[in-house]
């Protein structure tokens, strides 16, 4: 597995690069956005992952995060940054981070999230050589409208294409892999974001609400992405459909 640390302040790159050697990474450093993006272009066998500053000289981390999400969305990112503050934090997550960790932080605790952020990318990436039996195509048309492009990360409404942050498309997904299943917003944390450090329940709503905007056709009257009251959300794909087992759908739903 291979790593690029992005970081400006020299010892402590030198720092992270010899516990991940250690640890059996192969690890590159870099002390800027733009020559990050050069090394991550050229790299051959390419990153796994990137653990990036957000202070750097020149283009910021956030801005590097964006330019590298344009060429690879399924990269893993851990923001490594002295800001504290919950705006970062989303900035950072709407940027395509997939976690975030703040300066001061434990060694020990790096490696592990390294490690579990790793595990959970190669679930997540569709391999090329099994492309056909993965569990999810790479496109699904549900309702009579919406198109989601899991590759390219986009969602199709009518004729408006619309590009969603990994944590978007990652948390649709799992919507659409569950369809009709009540997922708690415990269980949704968990399955979708247990490594993501900073979510709380009240990010998972924000998430739903951003989806609901993009596909639902009415989205203070959402047909898809159901609240269940006091627990969580129901995604359903063809709400016409389900309509009629709106009975046993509830029943359900109490269990
Ligand atoms: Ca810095």
Known sequence: ?????????????????????????????????????????????????????????????????????????????????????????????????D?????PFALPELISRVKSLLERRRALRPAESDAGNAQTPPTVTF??????????????VGDETTELTRMEMQLLRYFIEHADRVLSRSRIMNDVWADSGAMSNRSIDNFVMRLRRLIEPNPSEPRHILSV??????????????????????NAATT
């Open 1 to 97: 597995m291979k790593i690029l640390i992005v970081e400006d302040e020299e010892a402590l790159a030198k720092g992270l690069k010899f516990n991940f050697e250690q640890e059996g990474f192969e690890v590159e450093m870099s002390g800027d956005g733009a020559s990050a993006l050069a090394l991550f272009d050229s790299a051959d066998p390419p990153f796994d992952l990137l653990i990036l500053d957000l202070m750097l000289p020149g283009m910021s981390g956030y801005e590097t995060c964006r330019e590298l999400r344009k060429r690879d969305p399924f990269v893993a990112v851990l923001v490594l940054s002295a800001r504290t503050l919950s705006e970062d934090r989303t900035m950072a997550f709407d940027c395509g981070a």
């Open 99 to 103: 976690q975030y960790m703040s300066k």
């Open 143 to 156: 309702g009579d409208h919406v198109r989601v492009d899991f590759d390219r990360f986009e969602v199709t």
């Open 229 to 250: 009251r006091g627990t969580g959300y129901r995604f359903v794909a063809n709400p016409d459909q389900a309509e009629t087992d709106n009975g046993r759908a509830d």
